[in-house]
């Protein structure tokens, strides 16, 4: 199978095309084209060209191709959701009831949105102010490969909502969903040029497309690293940069410890670890740590490390060869920074024949972990867990704040003054109280410190993909 670009609602091949493959049994999936700055400057163009009548239609008519869109995935839910799978190793218990699902519900939700949005009036002696909010242009959408799905339709449905333009660079490790996307978005009657997906590395595709100076605004999701470079290269553009993290998980012990455990268990190895928002430091207080560090270990032992199209496989493979590699080289260095491993580590799980040459890592518990050790302040990105002891709330805010990221946090009580004191304390964008990570789709979603700037979801969107304007008219 060959994958090209779509650019001006046509199929454009590339001058050169590289392979992407399936993580859980290393068959080549299909031939991708690797863009550049060409491919980049074509798009552009092409996005600026369709950029004024779709701005100009009328919101709900807008609304009705969007919401058109979010209805045809819903009908292709079984092969959106094994072609995610393939690409990404999500597994299809993921993928099919949660992720492609909910990529169908985003377009639902801004069709919706995008026929109510609300203006402001400051009125004074003198004058009138009133707010418009007009589309800001063209944007350039950049996605990781860890949902991709999910995450492009997450930034899609949005900007094409409000009547923008876009330009669509998806992970080279994971392009084969959003290749979908941009067809099913011709077929839904979504004019040509409004959606365009270039395919290719970061280097050649991604640097482009953020210096590009026709491209207004930038909503990008991936690693830290990656998020300061375009910050650096773009521009002035409205950004919204949705980076990584390294979620503290706290527990009280107080905590209803059976739905507290449930949580930590699914916050750290749904979606192979490899989760944004992961609970990846696991703060328990002393009084009820042995007991929980007990639970948490038997249940990690039990978790199915298997075949990513099995729906009952709870743990697949890692994304690539070299990212497998990342994750076992910090389970590698966990031991020899004190850390205890309690389970998991280095051996090869047992694997159906179909997955035996898979990027496999088996579910790693590390126990007395230090706050300060380098697995408790990387981000590993699969699913390693720390366990961290501490003393009182005092002692779990300072821990949980000891980081460079802030997006996610959790905290876990049965004290309800301190449950809100704790997560106004936290520095994170987001705070989950008792519960796993639930999202609504008005919440505002994005972190502080190096795990991002701007928020997105909601009216919490108008900040990348609207341009308020202050109207005053002398009275
Ligand atoms: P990455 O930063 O390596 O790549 C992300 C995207 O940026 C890819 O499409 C890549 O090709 C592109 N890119 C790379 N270099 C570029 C450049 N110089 N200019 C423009 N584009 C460039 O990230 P990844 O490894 O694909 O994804 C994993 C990371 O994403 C993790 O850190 C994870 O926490 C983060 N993430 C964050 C969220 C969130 O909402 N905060 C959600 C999912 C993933």
């Known amino acids: 199978m060959r994958i090209d670009h779509l650019i001006g609602g046509k199929t454009v091949a590339g001058r050169d095309y590289f392979e992407t493959v399936n993580p859980a049994t290393q068959e080549v999936l299909a031939e991708v084209a690797s863009g550049g700055a060409a491919e980049v400057d074509a798009a552009v163009a092409a996005a600026k060209a369709a950029f004024p009548a779709w701005a100009a239609l009328p919101a709900p008519q807008r609304a009705r191709l969007v919401r058109r869109l979010g209805e045809l995935i819903t009908a292709h839910v079984p092969e959106l959701a ?222 199915t490390v298997g075949d990513p199209r099995d729906d009952k496989t709870i743990v697949g493979p890692m994304i690539s060869p070299g990212h497998l590699a990342k994750v076992r080289r910090y389970i590698e260095l966990g031991p020899k920074e004190g850390a205890t491993l309690l389970c998991g580590g280095l051996d090869a799980p047992l694997l159906p024949d179909r997955v035996k040459k898979g990027n496999y890592v088996l579910p790693t518990v590390f126990a007395d972990v230090d706050n300060r050790m380098q697995i408790a302040q990387d981000e590993i990105f699969g699913p390693v867990a720390c366990l961290i002891p501490f003393d009182d709330e005092a002692d779990a805010i300072r821990i949980a704040n000891a980081t460079q990221y802030g997006l996610s946090s959790y905290v876990w009580t049965e004290n309800i003054g301190r449950a809100h004191r704790v997560a106004a304390a936290v520095e994170a964008g987001m705070c989950f109280v008792n519960s796993q990570n639930v999202r609504d789709l008005r919440q505002p979603f994005g972190g502080t410190k190096a795990s991002g700037t701007g928020r997105e979801g909601g009216t919490w969107s108008h900040e990348v993909f609207l341009e308020p304007k202050n109207i005053a008219v002398s009275l």
């Open 82 to 303: 094994r072609t995610e799978t393939d690409d990404t190793g999500q597994v299809i218990a993921q993928t099919g009831k949660q992720l492609v699902p909910r990529a169908a519900d985003n377009f639902a939700y801004f069709a919706e949105m995008c026929v109510r949005v609300d203006g402001h009036t400051y009125p004074t002696d003198t004058h009138l102010n009133y707010t418009l909010f007009h589309p800001v242009g063209v944007c350039a959408l950049i996605s990781p490969w860890n949902v991709p799905f999910m995450t492009a339709t997450w930034k899609t449905a949005p900007c094409l909502a409000f009547g923008n333009t876009a330009v669509l660079k998806m992970s080279e490790l994971s392009p084969l969903t959003a290749a979908r996307l941009g067809e099913l978005a011709l077929e839904a009657g979504i004019p040509a040029g409004v959606l365009n997906i270039v395919h290719g590395y970061g280097k050649d595709a991604g640097e482009p497309l953020v210096r590009h100076p026709d491209v207004r605004a930038i909503s990008f999701t991936g690693s830290t690293a990656t998020g300061n470079r375009i910050v650096q290269q773009a521009g002035l553009k409205k950004f919204s940069m949705e980076l990584g993290g390294k979620s503290p998980f706290v527990i009280f012990d107080d905590a209803d410890m059976a739905r507290a455990l449930d949580a930590a268990v699914f916050m750290i190895f749904s979606n192979n670890g490899e989760r944004c928002t992961a609970g990846s430091r696991i703060l328990v207080q002393k009084s009820a740590y042995p007991d929980f560090v007990q639970k948490f270990v038997e249940r990690a032992k039990r978790i």
